[in-house]
Nanobody, 117 residues
Framework: QVQLVESGGGLVQPGGSLRLSCAAS???????MGWFRQAPGKQRELVAG???????RFADSVKGRFTISRDNAKSTMYLQMNSLKPEDTAVYYC????????????WGQGTQVTVSS
């Protein structure tokens, strides 16, 4: 079972940027991966996913603002978040997926992102 650790969250003003990292305890070169978020009182939702061969999927709410990438040599996945909005405030999690729709991994502690002036 791979262990995933999220980092890079913080407090940022609207319009700002953050880069989240998801570090894995083993190689993830053959894994499909995804970023999810959960805001208070809301269900966890897919933000972005990336397959082992580089195909991506984004939630409509973040298209054009967020990018997802992976560095298999470092066993790390990233989420670059630009033009952040208050509604992006949430705890962000990474996990393993099957394709870009099915969640097959467990959840870590997540990283808090707060967008506020």
């Amino acid at each position: 079972q791979v262990q995933l650790v999220e980092s890079g969250g913080g407090l940022v003003q609207p319009g700002g940027s953050l880069r989240l990292s998801c570090a894995a305890s083993r190689s993830i070169f053959s894994d499909d991966m995804g970023w999810f978020r959960q805001a208070p009182g809301k269900q966890r939702e897919l933000v972005a996913g990336i397959t082992s061969d580089g195909r991506t999927r984004f939630a409509d709410s973040v298209k054009g603002r967020f990018t997802i990438s992976r560095d298999n040599a470092k066993s790390t996945m990233y989420l670059q978040m630009n033009s952040l909005k208050p509604e992006d405030t949430a705890v962000y999690y990474c996990t393993r997926m099957l394709g870009l729709t099915l969640i097959i991994g467990s959840w870590g502690q997540g990283t808090q992102v707060t967008v506020s002036s």
